[in-house]
């Protein structure tokens, strides 16, 4: 259930308000809103606790709420949320692009992709350092010498960094060095690494699960908010159909539809979403139009030769660029902000494809 307050309320009074919540065996989670400040309660309530809150001082209506995710719920608060990393803000009518390879492998390869993701606009370096793989001999990453590599770049280029985390030992060590940590597909109900990660404050990018319901995708994001961590973001990168002339099939109804139900932000990605250069593109575009936060998209200088072999859904350095470009002009038509710092067409004119 929720609490909601009314306009005029103290702090003094929302703190004697939790703390009987508290008294009561629960565990409450304050969301200060625009207009409303909510108090979420998380755990089993006796059934007289409604009835009881309501008749507290400063408790304007107790609402029940019927989903298993209750934190993830735009119910318990109402307005976007905004993750702030150094000033760049995830979240609300922001547009951010996150863009790399799928893996970090040598100090040279990502501090240039890095230059180039800065010059064309993109705010997040990403990039791989801990690969899950579906065959137990194909490269496994560069490990937490790929994340010092990464850091290095991303310092170097003014770019955010973010990288896929597989297990909570590593949640640490990862977090020392990346702005962002990933959760991928395959880890989406691995339930230890999701607790683990919601006693940082870390944010997250939770990818949906390529057989999960949205009931289960926002179920997986509650596990990091009930843990503490609130910087939680909803990632589709496709799930899986009976088609197979994609990689998987980007469910593009779902940015509007976790909109609807969760306040958290949701980005797209369309490289796995497709696993075909070719339709990373216009499904980039689509899903900015369908109203995505952002976009993480997969960029090298020579993916032909890519280590981890999906250069088949990376871009060229220059379709990456011109992305961007045509981004900045689609974002204001969608009520989108982005705000870019990307540099002239000559920081491409050391590479050549």
Excluded at 157 to 172: A, F, K, N, R, W
Excluded at 226 to 254: H, K
Aim: with cysteine.
């Amino acid at each position: 259930m929720i609490v909601i307050t009314k306009p005029d309320i103290t702090e003094e009074r929302i703190s004697e308000i939790t703390q009987y919540i508290e008294r009561n065996g629960v565990q409450p989670h304050v969301s200060r809103g625009t207009d409303r400040t909510v108090i979420g309660i998380i755990g089993k309530a006796e059934p007289t606790l409604a009835d009881h809150l309501r008749q507290l001082k400063g408790v304007e209506n107790v609402i029940k709420i019927s989903k298993s995710y209750k934190l993830a719920s735009r119910d318990f608060h109402p307005d976007d949320t905004i993750i702030d990393i150094k000033g760049v803000k995830i979240g609300g009518s922001n547009l951010v692009i996150m863009g790399g390879p799928c893996a970090v492998e040598t100090p040279e390869q990502i501090d240039e992709i890095a230059r180039l993701v800065k010059a064309a606009g993109g705010q997040v370096l990403r990039g791989g350092a801990f690969k899950p793989r579906t065959g137990p001999y194909s490269f496994q990453g560069t490990g937490v010498e790929g994340l010092r590599m990464m850091a290095e770049a991303g310092k170097k280029h003014g770019l955010l960094t973010i990288t896929e985390v597989m297990t909570p030992e590593y949640v640490d060590v990862c977090a020392e060095y990346a702005d962002i940590l990933q959760v991928g597909t395959r880890n989406m109900q691995n339930f230890d690494l999701l607790r683990k990660l919601g006693t940082i404050q870390t944010p997250v990018l939770l990818k949906r699960g390529f057989s999960a319901t949205y009931d289960e995708f926002l179920n997986a994001a509650e596990y990091i908010l009930a843990g503490g961590n609130p910087n939680v973001m909803l990632c589709e990168r496709g799930i899986r159909t009976f088609e197979s002339y994609t990689r998987n099939t980007l469910d593009l109804a779902a940015i509007p539809v976790l909109q609807s139900l969760s306040h958290l932000p949701v980005i797209s990605d369309p490289s796995h979403g497709t696993g075909r250069r070719e339709l990373v593109e216009p499904m980039s575009k689509a899903s900015v139009a369908a109203g995505a936060n952002g976009l993480i998209v997969e960029m090298h200088t020579d993916p032909d030769n890519s280590m981890t072999g999906d250069g088949v859904q990376s871009l060229f350095p220059d379709q990456f660029a011109n992305l961007l470009k045509d981004l900045e002009k689609l974002a204001p038509l969608v009520g989108k902000q982005f705000n870019t710092e990307k540099q002239p067409a000559e920081a491409f004119a050391t590479w050549k494809m």
